[in-house]
């Protein structure tokens, strides 16, 4: 199997490295470069477990090949938090205990982040909508739903 040369900036860092030509960046993240956050639920692009955002857009690292992150900017849910500093949503996450298991946590925050990046003022149902992708085997979306809709009025309220 052929090697890929990829030069790329992962979570504001330039990264190279070389895949397999029919390696998922998922793989890469997980199994080349030691970023475990993001989960493989499904392989499919069903669950949203992998969530990744690629120069802006929320992807799921299962469907996109690693050649193709040449030239991108990823983020992921190690990128999130600042060292200690946890994002907001992380933190209303915890507080609010909108997680169980977490196999499907750091989707759900990187899909909220990518929602809160492109619509800081969403409204309920397009919380809902947006995060759609996003499947939990171990608990409600209440609390989900809830943690982003506070964050995005946090986040409104410091932009003042």
């Known amino acids: 199997m052929s090697k890929t040369h990829v030069t790329t900036t992962i979570n504001g860092e330039p990264v190279e490295f070389l895949c397999d030509t029919s390696q998922t960046v998922l793989d890469v993240l997980r199994d080349q470069l030691g970023l475990t956050g993001s989960k493989e639920g499904c392989g499919s692009g069903d669950c949203g477990a992998c ?18 992150a040449e030239g991108c ?4 849910i190690e990128g999130m938090a600042a060292g200690d500093h946890l994002h907001p949503l992380q933190k209303r996450f915890v507080e609010m205990a909108a997680l169980q298991c977490g196999i499907c946590t750091p989707g759900f925050l990187v899909a909220s982040k990518a929602l809160l990046d492109r ?3 969403p409204t ?5 909508y947006w995060l759609a992708g996003n499947l939990c085997r171990c608990t409600g979306y209440d ?6 809709m506070d964050v995005a009025a946090e986040l409104r309220e410091t932009a003042r």
Request: hydrophobic share 40%; net charge neutral.
């Open 73 to 76: 900017r990823i983020e992921t």
């Open 124 to 128: 309920e149902t397009e919380v809902r």
């Open 51 to 68: 969530s990744i955002i690629v120069d802006g857009r929320l992807v799921c690292g299962c469907l996109m090949l690693g050649a193709e």
């Open 143 to 148: 609390k989900i739903i809830r943690a982003v």
């Open 119 to 121: 619509n800081p003022n």
